[in-house]
């Protein structure tokens, strides 16, 4: 049972446009989600996160966008760089209780080309 | 480098053996995760201690075990191993200041193929 999906096995963008992540969940007790970014034999990377309480959070080239009425987050790199090539993965959880899982979708591959 | 290392980097097992993978967490932190992530899969979330406790809990196979111990790293025990078992474990570590939203530190990983 698959509660945070990421459709997209793989993206390829232009150096320099915007790149665009996608990830749907299903569980609405879902309130805390996060993007990770990991490079080749290396663990994933915390990169950003956002709150259910804002639809928007952005940090640098980075932003990230969540739509709760229809379970959709996106990740917008804006512009792409060559470095960005990396594997994104979403993931999800909720903070009702102190300790708790955290779900992960399948990843997405970008590949920024120069 | 997140802080978190994980040994060996690399393990080759046959099916039916026992292997036991070590997590040291960044100084400081409390709380370990183990992850499994097999191939083209997401990470899974196997389980988490925080200050030697156990606290969370995944799918994680009754094959499967975990521990943390006072010196706060972690052991993750895999035994009867299947070839589905091969996989990427990682180990993540957080502060855990009572909030959920702590950030956790990956380690990089350690590739367990059972043959």
């Known amino acids: 049972d698959q509660q945070v999906k990421q459709n997209s096995p793989s993206l390829s963008v232009q150096e320099g446009r915007i790149s665009i992540l996608n990830c749907d969940y299903t569980?609405?007790?879902?309130?805390?989600f996060l993007w990770y970014k990991k490079y080749p034999a290396e663990g994933p990377t915390f990169l950003i996160s956002?709150?259910?309480?804002?639809d928007k959070n952005e940090d640098g080239r980075f932003t990230v966008f969540l739509n709760k009425s229809a379970k959709h987050l996106s990740l917008h790199i804006v512009p792409s760089q060559p470095g960005d090539s990396a594997v994104y993965f979403c993931?999800?959880?909720?903070?009702?209780?102190?300790?708790?899982?955290?779900?992960f979708g399948s990843g997405t591959k970008l590949n920024v080309k120069p | 480098d997140s802080g978190v290392t994980q040994t060996p980097k690399h393990l080759i097992t046959a099916t039916g053996q026992r292997v036991t993978l070590r997590c040291s967490p960044r100084s400081g932190d409390l709380s370990v995760y183990w992850y499994q992530q097999s191939l083209d899969q997401g990470l899974q979330f196997l389980i988490q201690?925080?200050?030697?406790?156990?606290?969370a809990k995944g799918n994680i196979l009754e094959r499967f075990s975990a521990q943390q111990f006072p010196d706060l790293h972690s052991e993750l025990n895999l035994s009867s191993l299947e070839l589905g078992d091969s996989a990427l474990y990682f180990c993540?570590?957080?502060?855990?200041?009572?909030?959920?939203?702590?950030?956790?530190?990956f380690g990089p990983g350690t590739r367990l193929t059972v043959l």
């Open positions: 993540a570590s957080s502060v855990y200041s009572g909030d959920t939203t702590d950030t956790q530190y």
């Open positions: 956002i709150s259910s309480i804002k």
């Open positions: 993931a999800a959880t909720t903070t009702l209780y102190n300790f708790n899982k955290f779900y």
């Open positions: 569980n609405s007790m879902f309130d805390y």
């Open positions: 201690y925080y200050n030697g406790e156990e606290r």
